[in-house]
Nanobody
Framework: QVHLVESGGGLVQAGGSLRLSCAASGRTDTMYTMGWFRQAPGKEREFVAAIRWAGGSSYYAASAKDRFTISRDVAKKTVYLQMSNLLPEDTAVYYC??????????????????WGQGTQVTVPS
């Protein structure tokens, strides 16, 4: 099992920036893809971004493209989500997830095996 711990959430004004971190431990040798998802109150958990652990190819939801950047530090076993120009609609709990097999699809929650506890991001309107 891969243990994931997110950090870096908080309250930020519209137009501001935050960087989320997700530190992985345990069977990190089994990680193929790391993803960020978010869930707003009363809504489904939705895909934000993903990155292949080997090679670093990245994928983004339309809402995140051009504003968010996903990256990873292999040595630190950490994935980051740099978020800029934040909007009130970005308010949600952000979750990090790890997929332990290679799949073409990265945008669905069912692809991921292990999840972090989440970190709250709040952008007041």
């Amino acid at each position: 099992q891969v243990h994931l711990v997110e950090s870096g959430g908080g309250l930020v004004q519209a137009g501001g920036s935050l960087r989320l971190s997700c530190a992985a431990s345990g069977r990190t040798d089994t990680m193929y893809t790391m993803g960020w998802f978010r869930q707003a109150p009363g809504k489904e958990r939705e895909f934000v971004a993903a990155i292949r652990w080997a090679g670093g190819s990245s994928y983004y939801a339309a809402s995140a493209k051009d504003r968010f950047t996903i990256s990873r530090d292999v040595a630190k076993k950490t994935v980051y989500l740099q978020m800029s120009n934040l909007l009130p609609e970005d308010t949600a709990v952000y979750y990090c997830a790890a997929a332990k097999s290679w799949r073409i699809v990265v945008v669905t929650t069912s692809v991921y095996d292990d999840w972090g506890q989440g970190t709250q991001v709040t952008v007041p309107s």
